[in-house]
């Protein structure tokens, strides 16, 4: 069964100042990897995805995300963030359709709560 | 085109009760997944519904249950609540075909239950 790992549960950075955010994953495949968003009061908002190819992945709102997969690893980063981009930041591993197990079943990890100071 | 939209948005419902949660989904979507996100955790799979019939469940009871209508919408049904299903009920459709390739969730704002 698969699994993921957010190691921070909590992280504070500047405006302006650079974040990455960990998420290593667990699956005996070739994962999909997802990371989204939730801002206070709201539901999920996907930022960026990998399927397949180039593993270095643009998103939305000036994210990336690399995905290793010596290090089982898929971490988001922002070079410069906004106080807009305070939230919680899940990381989620997902499945194939063809796949006979779970299908269509996303894994999420706990999730890593950011806070921006100004 | 139109996003998923869940109601109730809150609601607060006494230990042993039923609660019925109903999602739309957005809009050339045809597969709709519940999940459960306790306070500080990450959503949690309930199950998923595609062509009218549940298709992957979660470790969820099953007083857990759920409805997909011909229009793709969907309900969650949970029947003798308990304090620990309050929580977030977030809803969330895609797109599945028969032939292989992942699905994107699209996830409605949720649904807040509490339970006394």
């Known amino acids: 069964a698969q699994s993921v790992t957010q190691p921070d549960i909590h992280i504070t950075v500047s405006e302006g100042a650079s974040l990455e955010l960990r998420c290593n994953y667990s699956?005996?495949?070739?994962?999909?990897l997802f990371w989204y968003v939730q801002s206070p009061g709201q539901g999920l908002q996907l930022l960026l995805k990998y399927f397949s190819g180039d593993t270095l992945v643009q998103g939305i709102k000036g994210f990336e995300a690399e995905f290793k997969r010596s290090q089982s690893s898929f971490n988001l980063r922002k070079p410069s963030v906004h106080w807009s981009d305070a939230a919680e930041y899940f990381c989620?591993?997902?499945?194939?359709?063809?796949?006979?197990?779970?299908?269509?079943?996303?894994?999420f990890g706990a999730g890593t709560q950011v806070v921006v100071t100004p | 085109e139109t996003g998923v939209t869940q109601s109730p948005t809150h609601l607060i419902k006494t230990r042993g009760q039923q609660v019925t949660l109903r999602c739309s989904s957005q809009?050339?979507?045809?597969?709709v997944s519940w999940y459960q996100q306790a306070l500080g955790q990450g959503p949690q799979f309930i199950f998923q519904?595609?062509?009218?019939?549940?298709?992957g469940r979660g470790n969820f009871p099953p007083r857990f249950s759920g409805l997909q209508f011909p229009n793709y919408s969907s309900e969650l049904n949970v029947n003798a609540l308990e304090l620990d299903d309050s929580a977030l009920y977030l809803c969330a459709s895609s797109w599945t075909s028969t032939l292989s390739g992942a699905n994107v969730l699209t996830f409605g704002a949720g649904s807040r239950l509490t339970v006394l």
């Open positions: 699956y005996g495949a070739t994962p999909y």
């Open positions: 519904y595609y062509r009218e019939e549940e298709n």
């Open positions: 809009s050339g979507h045809n597969t």
């Open positions: 989620a591993v997902g499945v194939s359709v063809m796949t006979t197990d779970s299908w269509g079943k996303f894994q």
